[in-house]
């Protein structure tokens, strides 16, 4: 089946195309060089890309755990620019859970270990079938 993902999709032209490591503990980390067609302002990242970086990242150190997840909540804070065309590290880690909720912290870091951007992200549970169709609950505990 093939991943079109925007984030992690192998199979999508305009993707990200991340490859993203799970640790068993509940933390995620990816190495990547941000392209100039993820520009916002000269050679900075654009704001969007960023966020869905992070929410990826996070995303991924979920699944440490065998869960799918989506987005409910996400607080992005920019610390510095982002710039493109160098390497960047974006790591996501479990830091609780509330219910079936999770809860998580990532950040994107530049050279020199500078934090650029940092993160909180609230997940609910993918969504369950009912009545035959997938429906997405977010839960409200937020």
Known sequence: MENYCFACGQSNPYGLKLKIDIHPSGKSYVEFIPKREYEGYPGIMHGGITSTILDEVMVYA???????????????????????????????????????????????????????????????????LLEGHKVFVYQAIF
Not at 81 to 91: D, F, M, Q, T
């Open 62 to 128: 979920c699944k440490a755990y065998n869960e799918d997840v989506v987005t409910a909540k996400i607080e992005v804070r920019f610390l510095r620019p982002v710039p493109i065309g160098k390497k960047l590290i974006a790591n996501g880690n479990v830091v609780g859970k509330k219910g079936k909720a999770y809860i998580t912290e990532g950040e994107i870091i530049g050279e020199n270990g500078v934090v650029l951007a940092r993160a909180k992200v609230h997940f609910s549970p993918y969504p369950f």
